[in-house]
């Protein structure tokens, strides 16, 4: 079973509808992130989330808003969605243990292909 | 600044040792890792670096110089499975303080042929 994942895989929506992607982890992670990926570009930085009440814009945080339920969730919401919201969006999650706090590595989801018309 | 550059396209053939090139210019810095995304997928983790040297797991290593914002993935006995797109990705203090976030580059797509 994987330990990340997100739903739905695919989504195709019109303007000015609103949408929601969620992200599940069963790797106890307290970091949860989300990220968009353009072709060409690379990761871009959305929101980011450090445990349950803490919450953070990333790079591009505009038309974007998060809610993390619980650990092991951490969803995102395009309030009213614009075609250039087309993109493959990843959530991904990253351990802080005591004394490794500089090594994060990321486990990332297998990606939403969100489309939108 | 947080540029992070690293060519956009590069080709090898089978066999061959092929060196991926990362430069960036951060405050912050704290570690450095490498990721491997196959087309469609999702990245997965492939190294890290915070301190200076190269790091080595089988066919792949990772070197960094801190002094020089510079870092490279070495990839040796290309297999055409090595054919992917690899990140760049720093780790950094963000400006106000307080954990570390991970910062991408826009990845190299290296493309191994027969």
């Known amino acids: 079973d994987a330990d990340v994942t997100q739903t739905p895989r695919n989504r195709i929506t019109k303007t000015g509808k609103r949408i929601m992607l969620e992200c599940s982890q069963t790797?106890?992670?307290?970091?949860m992130y989300w990220y968009r990926q353009d072709p060409g570009l690379g990761l871009q930085l959305i929101y980011y989330s450090f445990d349950v009440k803490d919450i953070n814009k990333g790079e591009i945080s505009d038309g974007y808003s998060v809610s993390r339920q619980a650990q092991a969730k951490f969803s995102l919401s395009l309030e009213s969605a614009i075609p250039n919201q087309t993109a493959l969006y990843f959530c991904?999650?990253?351990?802080?243990?005591?004394?490794?706090?500089?090594?994060?590595?990321?486990?990332f989801g297998p990606g939403t292909r969100l489309t939108v018309l | 600044g947080q540029n992070i550059d690293q060519p956009t396209e590069m080709t090898a053939t089978e066999g061959a040792i092929v060196q991926i090139n990362c430069t960036y210019q951060t405050s912050g810095f704290n570690g450095l890792f490498w990721y491997q995304q196959h087309a469609g997928e999702a990245p997965t983790f492939l190294s890290y670096n915070v301190l200076d040297g190269l790091e080595e797991k089988g066919r792949f290593s990772s070197f960094l110089s801190r002094s020089k914002g510079y870092s490279y993935l070495l990839l040796k006995e290309l297999q055409m499975k090595d054919s992917a797109s690899y990140l760049c990705a720093v780790s950094l203090t963000p400006p106000s303080g307080g954990s570390y976030i991970p910062t991408f580059g826009r990845g190299t797509s290296l493309i191994v042929h027969p």
């Open positions: 790797k106890g992670h307290d970091r």
């Open positions: 991904a999650t990253s351990d802080s243990p005591v004394g490794r706090e500089l090594y994060n590595e990321q486990f």
